[in-house]
């Protein structure tokens, strides 16, 4: 995300690299170029005037210590501008009520049902018990996709087909909610394709009668500044409480995340990613501008592991590697988890210098099929003790798993380096092992 802009900055400062000292030319020239990238991002044109023209103001006002060169320090002034422009500080979601209601808005096709699932997902593990309700009467295939959802996640999904009143229906799923111990329901509404007068009047009417503890405006980061245009036309109907960007995964420019806090004056709450229910993210403003000028995101990295990896499955990986024992079926669970932290390129791109190194290169989650298949087309005997895999066996794996001998050496080869590294580790480490090594520093 964010690639265009982020190399654009990047070209920016390196008119500062090897000067000396601020000056007024220097800083105009850098900035000019830094609102030349914010428009091309398609930031609003006022909204990017004004966050260089406080670039400039503050880079002028300050002093260059010795030790910070002035590329270093316009660059951390940018870092304060766009987190600044983003919100400033994370804003949470309010779900206090008995149930708590959460209406989600937005235009067809911005995401709201996939990101319906998503919100409950993560709920749910935050050991809310959740209900989702459809709302959308005039699309059966967002009901059905919505069931498909909750099945998935396991949560309770309220329908009823029969009905074509929104706001009964709704009504309804409270008071189921209420009967069955459910302590919050996201109430998924029906969109259109732009927005119109009888689609306002309908969700106005949600809002106004079923009084939600939340009211969220999904949006398709990919369209930009009409992203922002239709946040201010629901905003000026329903006054929505924040805002969810989708599809930020392929968005290479941005302008949506940073214009639409500035024109609607309402935080970015939740950004979404991808299909899977787990790609959703709390919105960082500091953190995103971390990510847009390649600084990284070490600490959504390390929050996503906590999330991912199980404690005693990795005090029971632990044990293993202590004794030397670290096996194939070991390493399959640990790849299993990784997967489970969303998209690779994305979870690459949270580390400092990542974007840069990785544009133009695809990676994607399909890069472990191979070696998942190779790895599943073992015997438990091969699994345990690789060494035993001699000539014959590896064209049998091979067949199995339909790659090539090569193949399944690279990954014997790749696995036995890794084997030896951590036992020099665990030398390194004494008789507490890998326990308290911090794989993120």
Do not use: H, W
Not at 134 to 162: F, H, N, W
Not at 173 to 181: H, L, Q, R, T
Not at 327 to 352: E, H, R, V, W, Y
Request: proline share 3%; aromatic share 4%.
């Amino acid at each position: 995300m964010f690639d265009s802009l982020s190399t654009r900055l990047d070209r920016a400062f390196r008119t500062l690299k090897g000067t000396g000292q601020i000056t007024e030319v220097n800083v105009a020239t850098t900035v000019k170029e830094i609102r030349r990238a914010l428009i091309d991002a398609d930031v609003n044109f006022k909204v990017a005037k004004e966050v260089t023209d406080s670039i400039r103001e503050k880079a002028l006002g300050r002093k260059v210590l010795i030790s910070v060169s002035p590329g270093q320090l316009l660059t951390k002034i940018v870092e304060e501008e766009l987190t600044e422009l983003m919100g400033g500080s994370q804003e949470g979601i309010n779900t206090d009520g008995n149930p708590a209601v959460i209406l989600i808005s937005g235009l067809q096709g911005s995401g709201k049902t996939t990101f319906s699932g998503k919100l409950a997902s993560y709920l749910k593990k935050q050991n809310k018990n959740v209900l989702l309700t459809a709302c959308d009467v005039y699309r059966p295939a967002a009901i059905d996709q919505l069931m498909v959802l909750g099945e998935q996640i396991g949560v309770d999904v309220y329908t009823d087909k029969e009905n074509k009143d929104p706001l009964k229906i709704a009504q309804k799923a409270i008071a189921y909610a209420k009967e069955n111990g459910k302590k919050v329901v996201i109430v998924d509404t029906a969109g259109r394709l732009a927005v119109d007068e009888e689609m306002m009047k309908e969700i106005s009417s949600l809002k106004q009668e079923l009084k939600p503890a939340e009211t969220l405006f999904v949006v398709d980061s990919m369209t930009g500044q009409d992203a922002v245009n239709t946040a201010r036309t629901f905003d000026e109907r329903i006054n929505f409480d924040g805002v969810v960007l989708t599809k930020l995964d392929g968005d290479t420019r941005g302008g949506a995340a940073l214009s639409i806090r500035k024109v609607v004056e309402k935080p970015i709450k939740f950004v979404s990613n991808g299909e899977k229910m787990e790609a959703i993210d709390l919105f960082y403003p500091d953190r995103m501008a971390r990510r847009i000028l390649d600084m990284g995101d070490v600490t959504s990295l390390v929050e996503k592991a906590q999330e991912a990896f199980d404690e005693q499955e990795a005090e029971r990986l632990n044990k293993k590697i202590r004794k030397n024992q670290f096996d194939f079926d070991d390493f399959l669970s640990q790849l299993q988890q990784i997967k489970k932290m969303g998209n690779i390129k994305d979870l690459l791109g949270m580390l400092p210098g990542m974007n840069k190194a990785l544009k133009n290169i695809d990676v994607d989650d399909d890069s472990f099929k191979p070696i998942e298949a190779i790895i599943r087309s073992m015997t438990p005997e091969e699994r345990g003790a690789p060494k035993v895999i001699n000539g014959s066996r590896k064209k049998r794996i091979a067949q199995g798993s339909g790659t090539t001998v090569q193949e399944v050496n690279n990954l014997l080869k790749q696995f036995d380096e890794m084997r030896k590294m951590m036992k020099k580790m665990n030398k390194m480490t004494g008789k507490k092992g890998l326990a308290n090594i911090n794989p993120f520093g």
